[in-house]
């Protein structure tokens, strides 16, 4: 049994210590950013519902196996609440971790395949993924901690497995066991971790860094204890919710269709690895139209199977970094056939940015692992100084779109000042600023809720947000026109917005106070008043202020 040559604990410390200072000075314009949607649905439940609810998550529609991860945002909510120092230094700081963790990982891995310039390509692919601008959603919003936790610890296990197949020692098995044991109640990426290691102990093995007793009792001791608990977990699941698929699987939000899913490859390949992201929706639409297309779709996979397929036959003839490519390209492909079945958006590309924590790992280190193949080293260091020139500037990019999100959300906040008033309604709530969420128009009233979590003055009475819509710009509102003492009609001030409830396409409906008449669901709506309560206040939103509106005067009002 060889013994690796590990980077040392000192120097993976010093550079956590670097990379946590760097994240917090990248990822400050976003302090206050991402206290948004499922985040305030979790507070909902943890000051509303009961603690054996809010661990089983029973209220909400998407069914899994998260108790670890509840336990964990219980403890959270109780000790630092919505506090956005905690919150930003926890989600700054587990990146970093992650990234350190991922460097070391595979520094041990290309040193021990022998690959040249070894430590300088896994630093680089780690870099790639620590200023990705396709992972705000992880490294912003605060209810994507679990994305964090849950990589972590997957990187946590495969390095004990690495370990365990560098000195087989017993002790780095039950450590990854029990920690996969943990993560099987986190999140449903931990999927792909009996795979990681069952690669690990193929690629060891065919290498010849371990003898095939040796490969023998590490598959015994790593890889068939995490395959039990998977088929565990499965089961468990089945006799809980009666179905064999967890989170997505459990609502109609599954892509069944083959070509739908074979065509998600391609996409998150141009998604994560190219930023397809961020060209204008125009060509953006285009692109991952042209990678729905069958022959595209069918054709990616194809090809991809076939190098994966063709690499394990002759991977004992293949060069030691075409045998690091396909351990990476194996893992990606795995870890992408968790995310493409579920339905990917090129309307709102920030929608696809948490499933690109864990597949970018992967995806970033096979092109850093690419770059480095060339013989002049010069020249891939260039090449990888401009990506992530490039990536950093997308990246602040969409940091800075979450700080705007977060100061029209603020600001609406502070600059209610009716709180007196009995019913004051809300016409127009933004729900997005360029897909960043921000409220929504709803029967749960968010906005009250987020008054109250945010320390606000309370409402003395009712409060409606009549519809909502998405901001392009951070300007954007509505104006009204007055019809009569009874109709105002509600028009949006930009084209490119619609009108929106809960999340969806605005209907039209009533309740005893108001009746609400879609009659142009990108453009403006009618309501229709069924009383004139004395105290009742109408507002409108543009910007980050509100107007109210005054029902005595016939005619536009902006």
């Not at 023998?216 to 009666?242: C, D, K, S, T």
């Not at 579920?342 to 280190?365: A, C, E, H, V």
Request: hydrophobic fraction near 50%; include cysteine; proline fraction near 3%.
């Amino acid at each position: 049994m060889h013994e690796m040559k590990i980077e040392k604990v000192k120097t993976n410390g010093w550079l956590f210590i670097s990379l946590w200072v760097a994240a917090m000075l990248i990822y400050s314009p976003s302090f206050y950013s991402g206290y948004v949607a499922e985040f305030i649905n979790y507070l909902q439940s943890y000051l509303h519902g009961t603690f054996k609810s809010f661990l089983n998550r029973e209220d909400t529609y998407v069914k899994s196996l998260y108790q670890i991860t509840q336990l964990l945002r219980y403890l959270f909510f109780k000790l630092f609440f919505v506090n956005p120092w905690f919150w930003f230094l926890f989600v700054t700081g587990l990146h970093a971790l992650n990234t350190t963790l991922i460097f070391r990982f595979f520094s041990n891995l290309f040193q021990d395949f022998e690959l040249k310039s070894a430590s300088i390509t896994a630093f680089v692919g780690a870099i790639f993924f620590f200023i990705s601008p396709n992972i705000t959603e992880i490294t912003v919003w605060k209810a994507t901690d679990h994305y964090l936790i849950g990589v972590l610890m997957q990187l946590c296990i495969i390095l004990w497995v690495q370990r365990l197949l560098q000195t087989e020692k017993i002790k780095y098995a039950i450590y990854a066991s029990i920690l996969f044991a943990i993560s099987i109640f986190t999140l449903e990426i931990f999927y792909v971790t009996p795979f990681i290691t069952l690669f690990l102990i193929m690629g060891y093995r065919w290498r010849q860094l371990i003898s095939a007793k040796q490969s023998e009792r590490i598959f015994w001791m790593a890889y068939i204890p995490q395959l039990l608990l998977f088929l565990i977990h499965l089961l468990l699941f089945r006799i809980i919710y009666g179905t064999w698929i967890a989170h997505y699987g459990t609502t109609n939000e599954f892509v069944w269709l083959p070509q739908e899913i074979l065509a998600g490859y391609g996409k998150y390949f141009m998604y994560i690895g190219l930023d397809a992201g961020f060209l204008p929706e125009k060509y953006r639409v285009l692109i991952f139209d042209f990678l729905s297309k069958p022959f595209i779709a069918y054709g990616i996979f194809t090809i991809i199977s076939m190098v994966i397929f063709f690499g394990v036959i002759y991977f004992k003839k293949l060069s030691s970094r075409s045998q690091i490519f396909l351990f990476l390209l194996a893992i990606l492909f795995g870890s992408l056939t968790l995310v493409v079945t579920i339905p990917f958006d090129p309307t709102f590309p920030l929608y696809n940015s948490r499933r690109s924590y864990q597949t970018g790992i992967f995806l970033y280190m096979i092109i850093a692992l690419l770059l480095f193949t060339v013989k002049k080293r010069q020249l891939a260091l260039v090449v990888s100084l401009i990506y992530i020139t490039i990536n950093i500037f997308l990246l602040e990019k969409m940091i800075f779109r979450w700080r705007a999100a977060a100061k029209i959300q603020f600001g609406l906040l502070r600059n209610f000042h009716w709180q007196q008033n009995d019913p004051v309604l809300l016409l127009n709530v933004p729900t997005y600023l360029n897909g960043v969420r921000i409220i929504p128009a709803s029967e749960d009233n968010e906005f009250i809720d987020q008054q109250n979590f945010f320390g606000y003055p309370k409402n003395k009475g009712k409060v409606f947000t009549i519809s909502s819509y998405n901001m392009n710009t951070s300007y954007d509102g509505a104006h009204i026109t007055i019809l009569d003492s009874n109709t105002l009609k509600v028009t949006l001030n930009q084209w490119g917005s619609w009108w929106m409830f809960n999340y969806h396409g605005a209907k039209s409906y009533e309740n005893n106070l108001f009746r609400v008449e879609i009659i142009d669901v990108g453009h403006e709506y009618i309501l229709h008043l069924k009383k004139h309560p004395k105290n009742m206040v109408i507002l409108f939103q543009h910007g980050d202020w509100w107007s109210q509106v005054n029902l005595h005067k016939l005619g536009e009002q902006w």
